[in-house]
């Protein structure tokens, strides 16, 4: 009975050792072995090559190479100006050693400095070796290589200076000049807007590196000095006997000089609680407008601390002509609904070049706002007259109608009425170019709607006609804007996106320009504004305007007079 048991329990043994050793085998098959990823083994250094002369070579020097399971070719190369070999004899910028080989054991990697002819001092760079799947090893390598051939070296190729005003200079930068054999002065120049200099102070186009020192190290300070507007490109030389002249490319952007006035500071405008819709004030602005290219006007928006308007309102900025008592509208906008244009870095732009004769000196300008409640907005308006070469000397502009003080002020639309809008122009006999400026917008609820449902004159779109001597001429299409695309979008609740005819809220009122094909100059011609007909108001909902103005300039190079304008 023993002997029974005992043979069960050894049979039970082995059938537990041979489920073991089946287990441990399978265990041993799933982790692959004691198999090691492919790796490249280097033992020793590369040490300074120390001076070589161009076109010859140093003694080589040797590093140990293997491969530990490389399953791939190991490839050794080398930069510019070193070489390698594996036999001490034959050197290139690059060998192979096959897989096997360098798996074998170490290979011996020979290593020498052979410095190309338009090499000179101090030389880095290294040799690198590479298999696949295998981590890439590199040596680093340096030398200096001497030259006999005369040769001028510099440590940058080119230089892109930073946006430079007009008849301005950048900030200087740092250039590195040294000669190698060379036996003369180095001579350097720049092309016009740049110039250079030996101690960053004194500047000038030409400078002369004496032969004494012309192998020396050299500090040479660069900057740019535009005399034109726009993308500048120049070239800086460097030359000198028996030598390849050398040339740095230079570049920059010119920028206009900008003169700013600052008029009207968060002025407030408003209706109630002791604010007016209306300021007015006499400002100092540009004198001189002798190289005034173009004059361009920003007006700021920024809500008092209660808020500001709910309301999208007509709104712009006039100027006085002393001439004629009269105010012109340098521009119109619609303020946006709740809020203000603070998502404009400057807020509206406006370009009032046209009026330069009457933006100088002592100027009276003002601002109004429709507002009808005591938040209203607080106005800044600013100027900048920006330099440059004008189309003409001269300007001069003339009122032809001016509807414009009130968006309820305008032209009445669909019914009869006594506004003049016929005109007789009498323009100088000097003028060289002449054009008529219009700022129009619809305004009103009036019925019937348009067929898609747009009342007038705010939301139905129109042509309106400029006629010259009885014909149409010009012709003003009061069109979408696309008023959901306006950058001035923190408007909500307002209802600013749907499209209006012609404007939209929290945007400026585009001006139309309408040039004549030729000066005009000593002309008198018949001037008509004629809105588009077809249209009656039944006056079940309101009236409708057309707030309109219209003015004529006149250019030339010579000192001109205002067109006159009759009834």
Same mark, same amino acid.
């Not at 070489?83 to 050693?97: G, H, K, P, R, Y």
């Not at 709104?315 to 012109?328: H, M, R």
């Not at 100027?363 to 607080?378: A, M």
């Given at each position: 009975?023993?002997?029974?048991?005992?043979?069960?329990?050894?049979?039970?043994?082995?059938?537990?050792?041979?489920?073991?050793?089946?287990?441990?085998?399978?265990?041993?098959?799933?982790?692959?072995?004691?198999?090691?990823?492919?790796?490249?083994?280097?033992?020793?250094?590369?040490?300074?090559?120390?001076?070589?002369?161009?076109?010859?070579?140093?003694?080589?020097?040797?590093?140990?190479?293997?491969?530990?399971?490389?399953?791939?070719?190991?490839?050794?190369?080398? =930069?510019?100006?070193?070489?390698?070999? +594996?036999?001490?004899?034959?050197?290139?910028?690059?060998?192979?050693?096959?897989?096997?080989?360098?798996?074998?054991?170490?290979?011996?990697?020979?290593?020498?400095?052979?410095?190309?002819?338009?090499?000179?001092?101090?030389?880095?760079?290294?040799?690198?070796?590479?298999?696949?799947?295998?981590?890439?090893?590199?040596?680093?390598?340096?030398? +200096?290589?001497?030259?006999?051939?005369?040769?001028?070296?510099?440590?940058?190729?080119?230089?892109?200076?930073?946006?430079?005003?007009?008849?301005?200079?950048?900030?200087?930068?740092?250039?590195?000049?040294?000669?190698?054999?060379?036996?003369?002065?180095?001579?350097?120049?720049?092309?016009?807007?740049?110039?250079?200099?030996?101690?960053?102070?004194?500047?000038?186009?030409?400078?002369?590196?004496?032969?004494?020192?012309?192998?020396?190290?050299?500090?040479?300070?660069?900057?740019?000095?535009?005399?034109?507007?726009?993308?500048?490109?120049?070239?800086?030389?460097?030359?000198?006997?028996?030598?390849?002249?050398?040339?740095? =490319?230079?570049?920059?952007?010119?920028?206009?000089?900008?003169?700013?006035?600052?008029?009207?500071?968060?002025?407030?405008?408003?209706?109630?609680?002791?604010?007016?819709?209306?300021?007015?004030?006499?400002?100092?602005?540009?004198?001189?407008?002798?190289? &005034?290219?173009?004059?361009?006007?920003?007006?700021?928006?920024?809500?008092?601390?209660?808020?500001?308007?709910?309301?999208?309102?007509?709104?712009?900025?006039?100027?006085?002509?002393?001439?004629?008592?009269?105010?012109?509208?340098?521009?119109?906008?619609?303020?946006?609904?709740?809020?203000?244009?603070?998502?404009?870095?400057?807020?509206?732009?406006?370009?009032?070049?046209?009026?330069?004769?009457?933006?100088?000196?002592?100027?009276?300008?003002?601002?109004?706002?429709?507002?009808?409640?005591?938040?209203?907005?607080?106005?800044?308006?600013?100027?900048?007259? &920006?330099?440059? =070469?004008?189309?003409?000397?001269?300007?001069?502009?003339?009122?032809?109608?001016?509807?414009?003080?009130?968006?309820?002020?305008?032209?009445?639309?669909?019914?009869?009425?006594?506004?003049?809008?016929?005109?007789?122009?009498? +323009?100088?006999?000097?003028?060289?170019?002449?054009?008529?400026?219009?700022? &129009?917008?619809?305004?009103?609820?009036?019925?019937?709607?348009?067929?898609?449902?747009?009342?007038?004159?705010?939301?139905?779109?129109?042509?309106?006609?400029?006629?010259?001597?009885?014909?149409?001429?010009?012709?003003?299409?009061?069109?979408?804007?696309?008023?959901?695309?306006?950058?001035?979008?923190?408007?909500?609740?307002?209802?600013?996106?749907?499209?209006?005819?012609?404007?939209?809220?929290?945007?400026?009122?585009?001006?139309?320009?309408?040039?004549?094909?030729?000066?005009?100059?000593?002309?008198?011609?018949?001037?008509?504004?004629?809105?588009?007909?077809?249209?009656?108001?039944?006056?079940?909902?309101?009236?409708?305007?057309?707030?309109?103005?219209?003015?004529?300039?006149?250019?030339?190079?010579?000192?001109?007079?205002?067109?006159?304008?009759?009834?």
């Amino acid at each position: 009975m023993k002997l029974a048991n005992l043979k069960k329990s050894i049979t039970a043994l082995s059938a537990l050792l041979v489920v073991l050793f089946v287990v441990n085998c399978s265990s041993e098959d799933d982790s692959g072995g004691n198999s090691s990823s492919p790796t490249i083994l280097v033992t020793g250094s590369i040490g300074a090559f120390g001076e070589v002369s161009v076109l010859s070579s140093s003694p080589s020097q040797s590093i140990q190479v293997k491969g530990d399971n490389l399953s791939s070719n190991l490839s050794i190369s080398a =930069t510019a100006n070193f070489e390698v070999s +594996i036999d001490n004899a034959s050197f290139s910028s690059q060998l192979t050693i096959s897989n096997d080989i360098a798996n074998a054991g170490n290979q011996t990697v020979y290593v020498r400095f052979s410095p190309f002819v338009s090499a000179s001092g101090a030389i880095s760079g290294e040799i690198s070796m590479q298999s696949n799947s295998a981590t890439t090893k590199t040596v680093s390598l340096s030398g +200096i290589a001497l030259s006999s051939t005369p040769m001028i070296n510099v440590n940058v190729s080119n230089f892109n200076f930073e946006d430079t005003a007009v008849s301005q200079q950048s900030a200087s930068s740092t250039l590195f000049v040294n000669g190698n054999n060379l036996t003369a002065a180095i001579d350097l120049s720049v092309t016009e807007g740049f110039e250079i200099s030996l101690d960053g102070t004194a500047f000038s186009t030409v400078l002369e590196l004496p032969s004494e020192t012309a192998n020396d190290q050299t500090t040479i300070f660069l900057r740019f000095a535009p005399t034109t507007i726009g993308n500048v490109s120049g070239t800086l030389s460097l030359v000198s006997f028996d030598t390849e002249t050398v040339e740095v =490319t230079l570049s920059g952007e010119s920028t206009p000089v900008i003169s700013n006035y600052v008029t009207f500071n968060q002025e407030r405008l408003a209706f109630g609680s002791g604010f007016n819709q209306t300021a007015t004030q006499t400002f100092n602005l540009h004198d001189d407008l002798t190289n &005034i290219e173009a004059i361009k006007m920003y007006v700021k928006l920024t809500c008092p601390s209660g808020g500001c308007d709910e309301w999208d309102v007509y709104a712009n900025v006039k100027v006085k002509d002393d001439a004629s008592g009269e105010l012109y509208e340098l521009g119109r906008y619609i303020t946006p609904y709740w809020n203000d244009n603070s998502q404009l870095e400057r807020g509206f732009e406006f370009d009032v070049t046209d009026f330069k004769s009457l933006l100088t000196g002592s100027t009276e300008l003002r601002i109004r706002t429709e507002c009808w409640n005591d938040r209203g907005y607080e106005v800044t308006v600013d100027f900048d007259y &920006i330099e440059g =070469t004008p189309d003409y000397p001269y300007y001069a502009i003339s009122r032809v109608i001016a509807y414009d003080n009130w968006s309820t002020s305008g032209v009445p639309y669909g019914v009869s009425h006594a506004f003049d809008l016929d005109k007789t122009i009498a +323009i100088p006999s000097n003028a060289e170019s002449t054009h008529l400026r219009t700022i &129009i917008s619809g305004w009103g609820q009036a019925s019937p709607s348009d067929g898609d449902g747009r009342p007038c004159a705010e939301w139905c779109y129109r042509a309106h006609d400029v006629k010259i001597n009885g014909a149409n001429m010009f012709q003003h299409d009061l069109t979408p804007l696309g008023c959901a695309s306006n950058p001035v979008s923190n408007q909500a609740p307002g209802n600013w996106q749907p499209d209006r005819a012609g404007w939209c809220p929290g945007m400026v009122v585009p001006v139309r320009t309408d040039d004549f094909a030729t000066s005009m100059a000593g002309n008198s011609f018949g001037f008509e504004y004629q809105y588009e007909g077809g249209w009656t108001n039944d006056n079940q909902n309101g009236n409708a305007f057309y707030a309109t103005s219209t003015f004529v300039v006149v250019k030339s190079n010579t000192p001109i007079e205002k067109p006159v304008v009759t009834e």
